[in-house]
């Protein structure tokens, strides 16, 4: 049986510690509504001293000095450390913030090994730049590590998020200091004590739990942190590139929130995959992607057939005790999320959308926060519930004419992350695709996903891009060096 040991405590220069101030908060469990454990309520004067240790080490060299293929053997050796600990991360994932416990473990926890192991494999395979200057010159145009990178995580996909940034900065030499979701904070700190088991030195990796205006903004406003990578919602993702402008000008990156359309054609090669893969698609984490469809435009002559198809299928997506393997739909992360997602329900009914599914609190019994699966038809592109990001299993269904018109409904938001198009015709497939204003479009499927490939987005999905090499150019500064070369021959 999983043996999983809770310590809520900070990570900081390699250790465990309380927060300064002795406070606490509890961890609840969205699967029952338990407390799972208390956890250091980390403020100003934990972040100052992560960041202090994050500095000394960046600056003795105990990590970026050491040459790129040692930080590689070491890297590898901690997304081995992940999957030695698969059972016990994936457990602690599931009863933190609620997710079905197969995909905890296939999913976030591969992930999240795999994004480590990928970054600790390229950074010994990429090469500086020689500039084509005149020869009486050298141009050399080297990357370096910034310094300490400031990471500040949600809490849909704890470990991958992290991943996604810590990964990188780590490779190119940074140190970091992580402040992960005060929602789901464990296996953060687990994966900090894993790092230092792997060989990553005490100071370079920091774990410091807490609220964000008490932890969180500390830690973009530090004028001794040089970036500060952020994921989470929109509105505080704004915040945080003032604080950067308000602070030291550090970099900020910012990965946000989403309100992906989803455009079916008549012609679309394959119906019922798209249904499928539609419906699985919004419904995948309890709805809580940034990069959920949840706009889907039908073309009107295949709507109600579409329609028919996708109700059919939500009874399969109905949430049970996450832990059960067989389970699809798991806990939403919180009550107070719970709740959001209901009064977005509410406001759909009461703007007048058809509710053709779902749209109630489920498993009530079991202490923890469940929602049913829910569809709505007859959304208006001016309701609520077609403008803002819900963050849970609600999808908003459309008709639209043609792809003039499928285009014009898409790129009407706020958001720019994701979109899919799924039509037989290859012109129109390229013509749409260019048209979507978004950071990643898919066509003739929805679930594609590759550490290879770039992920951010357009418009206020944020700034910047995560995975891929070029997930580098966020954690290193460029520097062009110039050498005077007076030749004797
Ligand atoms: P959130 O913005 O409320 O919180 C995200 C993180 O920011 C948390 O760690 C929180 O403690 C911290 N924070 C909150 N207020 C802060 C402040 N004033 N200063 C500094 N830090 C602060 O978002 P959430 O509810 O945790 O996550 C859901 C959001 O994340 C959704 O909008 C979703 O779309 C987005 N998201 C985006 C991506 C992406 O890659 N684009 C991926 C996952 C989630």
Redesign the pocket.
């Known amino acids: 049986m999983t043996q999983v040991v809770y310590d809520g405590r900070a990570w900081i220069n390699g250790e465990r510690c309380g927060a300064r101030s002795g406070q606490v908060f509890d961890c609840i469990s969205p699967v029952d509504g338990r407390v799972l454990a208390q956890v250091a309520r980390c403020d100003q004067a934990d972040i100052d001293a992560a960041v202090a240790a994050g500095r000394a080490a960046f600056d003795d060299k105990r990590w970026c000095g050491l040459a790129p293929a040692a930080r590689k053997r070491i890297l590898i050796k901690f997304a081995d450390q992940l999957l030695a600990h698969a059972d016990e991360l994936a457990l602690m994932e599931t009863l933190d913030m609620g997710k079905p416990i197969q995909y905890a473990r296939s999913v976030d926890v591969n992930s999240a090994s795999n994004c480590i192991r990928w970054y600790g494999e390229a950074v010994d395979k990429i090469y500086d730049e020689i500039a084509p200057t005149a020869s009486t010159a050298l141009a050399m145009i080297t990357r370096e590590p910034m310094g300490v990178v400031g990471v500040?995580?949600?809490?849909?996909?704890p470990m991958i998020?992290a991943a996604?940034k810590i990964a990188p900065a780590l490779a190119a030499g940074n140190s970091v200091v992580l402040?992960?979701?005060?929602?789901s904070p464990l296996t953060a700190l687990r994966l900090a004590e894993l790092a230092l088991d792997a060989g990553i030195p005490p100071g370079v990796f920091n774990v410091v739990p807490?609220?964000?205006?008490e932890?969180?903004?500390p830690?973009?406003l530090h004028m001794d942190v040089d970036c500060i990578a952020?994921?989470?919602?929109?509105?505080?993702?704004k915040?945080?590139h003032v604080?950067a402008g308000q602070s030291n000008l550090k970099r900020a990156w910012?990965?946000?929130?989403?309100k992906s359309p989803n455009i079916v054609f008549a012609d679309c090669p394959d119906l019922d995959r798209a249904v499928a893969a539609s419906v699985g698609s919004i419904f995948f984490n309890q709805g809580?992607?940034?990069?959920a469809p949840s706009r889907l435009y039908v073309q009107a002559s295949i709507y109600d057939q579409f329609l028919e198809g996708a109700v059919a299928l939500a009874p399969q997506y109905l949430p049970g005790n996450p832990l059960d393997k067989a389970t699809v739909m798991g806990a939403i992360?919180d009550k107070v999320?719970m709740d959001n997602v209901l009064r977005y329900v509410a406001s759909g009914r009461a703007e007048g959308a058809a509710l053709l599914f779902g749209g109630e609190q489920a498993l009530t019994q079991s202490g923890g926060f469940y929602v049913q699966p829910t569809i709505f038809a007859g959304v208006k592109p001016t309701m609520t519930i077609c403008r803002e990001?819900i963050?849970g299993p609600v999808l908003s269904v459309l008709p639209f004419t043609d792809a003039a018109d499928a285009v014009r409904q898409a790129n009407a938001s706020v958001y720019g992350?994701q979109a899919a198009v799924w039509t037989r015709d290859i012109n129109q497939a390229h013509g749409v695709a260019r048209a979507l204003r978004a950071g990643t479009v898919h066509v003739n499927q929805y679930d594609e996903d590759d550490i290879t490939v770039p992920?951010?987005?357009y418009k206020q999905?944020?700034v910047g891009r995560?995975k891929s090499l070029h997930a580098f150019d966020k954690y290193t500064e460029t520097k062009t060096t110039w050498i005077r070369i007076d030749s004797p021959v």
Do not use: H
């Open positions: 500040i995580v949600p809490w849909n996909y998020m996604w402040k992960p979701s005060e929602k807490g609220f964000g205006p932890a969180g903004s830690l973009a952020f994921t989470g919602s929109t509105r505080v993702g915040q945080i604080m910012t990965e946000l929130g989403g809580e992607s940034c990069n992360v999320q990001e963050f992350l992920f951010g987005g999905s944020g995560d």
